[in-house]
Each structure stands twice: as C-alpha cells, then as structure tokens.
C-alpha cells in the first residue's frame, strides 16, 4: 500500500510534546526529563543516549514499527517534522511540524507508526537526548533493528 501524497497540517494523535520541567537556581538548573510514576507501563525506557547532530543536517526521515522514542531537545536549533502512517489512526495523513532547542526545549514522544525527522537549523553541533522503550537491535544486538528508513528514497512523500 502506498502513503499519502500530500499530508494535511495537524496535531498527530499519540505524539506528545511538553516543555522540560526545569528547576532553576543560583547553581544553575535542573530539568526532569522522564518519571517512573508519570509514565504508563508501555512507555518505559530501556536504554538512552545522547546524539551530536552538525548544522544542517537532518536525521530521518524513518519510523519504527514497535519502538516509543522519547527525545530531548534541548540543545540547538531544531526542525521537527513527523507525518502520521498508522492506517488505523485517527489522525492518519496529517503532518506535524514544531521548532525546539535552546529557546523551546521540550520532550516529543513518537509513537510506532509515525515517521519522523528532524534537522539542525543552528549554526552549530546540537544535542539530542533519546529514551527509547526498546534496545537498539534487540537484546546483546542480536536482532534486526526496528527501523524503515525513508531518507534514502527520493520519491518517498516524506521530505524535510
């Protein structure tokens, strides 16, 4: 089956984004970037890291067909696009785009399903934490990685 062509501007059902929950004082700040007692028992993490990304390059477009993402912008400038593929969403179709780092640093929750990408509009490297519920190809890296990647498509309907 084939994707949409074109995508209809919207709030994806599922992906959430919410502002880090900054402490701030004399020191310095804080940020809370996930909790054990405000996440579901589906969303749990098991495995983090921190990825560099150089001015004007993008990551993705690509989706999972089982992994949550849970990332961190907070470093940078950031161009975040995700498009809904999930046939069975009520949100199917729609494209959801937002800017986040230094200015608007936030925490976007990716469901399965929903394509994503992002691309470093700043003039320097940028950081992004990600909390995956998943292990990178599977337990001791013995699995195929839960990953279809579009980027490598020219035709694919998912361009940043």
């Known amino acids: 089956m084939s994707m949409p062509t074109s995508w209809t501007d919207g709030t994806i059902d599922g992906v959430s984004v919410d502002p880090f929950k900054v402490f701030s004082d004399d020191r310095g700040w804080l940020a809370e970037l996930f909790r054990q007692d405000e996440l579901s028992a589906n969303d749990f993490p098991t495995m983090g890291y921190l990825s560099s990304t150089r001015p004007g390059v993008a990551r993705g477009p690509h989706e999972h067909r089982d992994q949550t993402d849970r990332f961190a912008f907070f470093h940078g400038i950031y161009k975040i696009i995700m498009w809904d593929a999930r046939r069975d969403s009520p949100?199917?179709?729609?494209?959801?785009?937002?800017?986040?780092?230094?200015?608007?640093?936030?925490?976007?929750?990716?469901?399965?399903?929903?394509?994503?990408?992002?691309?470093?509009?700043?003039?320097?490297?940028?950081?992004?934490?990600?909390?995956?519920?998943?292990?990178?190809?599977?337990?001791?890296?013995?699995?195929?990685?839960?990953?279809?990647?579009?980027?490598?498509?020219?035709?694919?309907?998912?361009?940043?």
Do not use: C, M, W
Not at 97 to 106: I, K, S, W
Not at 133 to 145: N, Q, S
Not at 151 to 157: A, G, L, W, Y
């Open 91 to 160: 949100t199917y179709g729609v494209r959801q785009e937002l800017h986040a780092g230094d200015d608007n640093a936030v925490i976007v929750v990716i469901p399965p399903g929903v394509v994503h990408a992002y691309r470093n509009l700043g003039a320097t490297d940028a950081y992004v934490l990600n909390f995956p519920d998943r292990l990178y190809a599977g337990h001791g890296k013995t699995e195929l990685v839960d990953e279809i990647r579009h980027e490598d498509n020219p035709d694919s309907s998912f361009q940043i």
